[in-house]
């Protein structure tokens, strides 16, 4: 988020940077009148912004209970409410607004659900491993006599270590009765993260020496893809209703291409630190953009 307000400030433009730590002394107020729309005014306890004058928004969210107002208070505590009621009001305003938003609720949501989305993947023309999800340990112990070179990992968007299963973990493996499990068939290759912002493909090839590359020693470099491939990120990105999507791809040795999933909220700047590619000053651009099409001030 720093990194997009420090893009959105060499470009000049005008913004207003609502911090999430401020949630607690933040405020909305809406209404909506017959004939006079719909008014929504904003507050972070210094300053105020109409939300019903904002033409595009970038949004990522924090979580309330890593601060310390609410260290050694239950969830349902007045304090944690009013902030997550302003949180869910703001979502709300922002979803049923004509703005553009980076990313609405809705298609954000898809990364809840990796079956889903490696239907829609497989839908914008990418391979994808084979892929086995159960929480029967009889059933995923088949699969992975199958296929003894595969990795587990989660099946919702809470991130998870991607890990290759071995002999070791055999003896965990009725564990999958207490959580459904995602395996998948590994795929040797190299790397690539795609940033799709609306048409705007910024690609980063990844080389590390291990299988989840995000805990490890990588060396990272801007690259581009090839114009199919280009092609499908964009189509995905469409299809789940992003604008801005963070696609994991993998090139085998046959010059193949698969993706694994899609991060509607990715953190970009790992890859723009560690490649030099311009991914927040794209996001800049694809505000401003969205703003200067609107016509309103």
Known sequence: M????????????DFFFLEHRK????EIDGAIGAGAGWRCT????????????????????????DYAELEGRARDDPIAMRASGFELQLTASLDSSDALVVNRSDPSATNNSKPYQLTVIRGAGFRIPETFISNDSGA??????????SIYKSVSGVRSIVRRFSDAHRASLEDVKWCPTLFQRVVPGTNYRAHVLNGEVLAVRIESGELDYRYARTTMVAAE??????QKCRRLNSMLGLHFSGIDLMRTPDDEWYCFEVNPSPGYSYFEQGSGQPISAALARLL???DRGRGRP
């Open 42 to 65: 904003v507050t972070d306890g210094a300053a105020e912004f109409a939300l019903q004058d904002v033409n595009a928004a970038y949004v990522r969210g924090g979580n309330l209970l």
């Open 140 to 149: 995923a112990g088949r699969f992975l006599s199958g296929n003894p070179d």
């Open 23 to 26: 949630i607690f002394a933040s």
């Open 2 to 13: 720093a990194m997009a307000r420090a893009a959105l400030e060499r470009a000049g433009a």
């Open 225 to 230: 893809l090839p114009a199919d491939v280009a």
């Open 288 to 290: 401003i953009d969205a």
